[in-house]
């Protein structure tokens, strides 16, 4: 599922004026990124018993953590054509 989230998060349309959107979707990938390489890591776990992976993992999901807490939406994010002035499509 952490694997699947971050996926999602690669993915996810971002709205607003092209630099704003573009900002987001950086963010977005780090973010999406950083949690397929903890998902991956717990499978390493899982699977092979590995323990730098067991110890790897969690400390990825903090740092996931850590970017949701400070992400903010860009500036004009919520600008552009067919925004009207909300977050479209969420």
Same mark, same amino acid.
């Given at each position: 599922?952490? /694997?699947?989230? $971050? !996926?999602? %998060?690669?993915?996810?349309?971002?709205?607003?004026?092209?630099?704003? *959107? &573009?900002?987001?979707?950086?963010?977005?990938?780090?973010?999406?990124?950083?949690?397929?390489?903890?998902?991956?890591?717990?499978?390493?776990? /899982?699977?092979? $018993? !590995?323990? %730098?992976?067991?110890?790897?993992?969690?400390?990825?999901?903090?740092? *996931? &953590?850590?970017?949701?807490?400070?992400?903010?939406?860009?500036?004009?994010?919520?600008?552009?054509?067919?925004?009207?002035?909300?977050?479209?499509?969420?």
């Amino acid at each position: 599922m952490i /694997i699947l989230t $971050g !996926a999602l %998060f690669l993915f996810h349309a971002q709205h607003g004026t092209s630099e704003a *959107a &573009a900002r987001a979707v950086r963010q977005h990938r780090v973010l999406g990124s950083t949690l397929i390489v903890a998902g991956l890591l717990n499978f390493i776990e /899982i699977f092979s $018993g !590995a323990g %730098f992976a067991a110890i790897l993992w969690p400390i990825m999901l903090l740092i *996931a &953590a850590a970017q949701l807490l400070l992400y903010r939406e860009p500036e004009g994010a919520y600008e552009g054509e067919g925004s009207h002035g909300r977050h479209a499509g969420h």
